[in-house]
């Protein structure tokens, strides 16, 4: 069973337009949630980060929202540039438990020029 | 500061040959992680380990084994290769999965068994 889901393989968008990728969770102790990107050929590098007592978290064109009572996160990048083109993977950990992040399959981002 | 290091970054194996891959961090992390990546499968979790000494199963951890002798290595072995462990393979090393504190990834290793 798959506890963290990201049912969009890719998304393609225009240069300057919003990038919304989406993440879906099953496992109701997840307490916090990561967003990582991944470039071709490289190891994944930590993005974004909300913890479950905030619904919302910002890092200049990224922002995060985590919505519990549906057990959804969203990663928007706005404005969209050619550079954040790139897998991006969602991620999450539970409290008091098996102490290990769970990921995504992954969605991949093309921003058009 | 090297981060996380992955050793060796290329490999072609044989159909039971054995092989140990090296991940070594220089942040004094606690935990430590082996991830594979295949396409569509995303990342998935072999084996990881919260502390020297320690290990645990992940989501896919028949055919591997691991150690964690030293608190700044990991190492991943496998004993009898298959044409089914061909994949990239990713270490991750964190101070804890836990508010605050993100997992750093190596730049991986691309197995392929033959």
């Known amino acids: 069973d798959q506890q963290v889901k990201q049912n969009s393989p890719s998304l393609s968008v225009q240069e300057g337009r919003i990038s919304i990728l989406n993440c879906d969770y099953t496992?109701?102790?997840?307490?916090?949630f990561l967003w990582y990107k991944k470039y071709p050929a490289e190891g994944p590098t930590f993005l974004i980060s909300i913890s479950s007592i905030k619904d919302k978290n910002e890092d200049g064109r990224f922002t995060v929202f985590l919505n519990k009572s549906a057990k959804h996160l969203s990663l928007h990048i706005v404005p969209s540039q050619p550079g954040d083109s790139a897998v991006y993977f969602c991620a999450a950990s539970a409290k008091g438990g098996s102490e290990k992040l769970v990921f995504g399959k992954g969605t991949k981002l093309t921003v058009n020029p | 500061n090297a981060g996380v290091t992955q050793t060796p970054k290329f490999r072609v194996l044989k159909t039971g040959q054995s092989m140990t891959l090296l991940c070594a961090q220089d942040m004094n992390h606690e935990y430590m992680y082996w991830y594979r990546q295949d396409p569509g499968m995303g990342l998935r979790l072999i084996h990881y380990?919260?502390?020297?000494?320690?290990?645990a199963k992940g989501e896919v951890p028949d055919g591997y084994n691991v150690s964690r002798l030293k608190k700044q290595n990991f190492l991943l072995g496998l004993e009898s290769a298959a044409p089914s462990q061909t994949s990239v393979y990713f270490c991750?090393?964190?101070?804890?999965?836990?508010?605050?504190?993100?997992?750093?990834f190596g730049q991986g290793t691309r197995l392929t068994v033959v």
């Open positions: 991750a090393s964190s101070y804890a999965p836990r508010v605050g504190t993100e997992a750093f």
């Open positions: 380990s919260v502390g020297e000494g320690t290990t």
């Open positions: 496992n109701s102790m997840f307490d916090y």
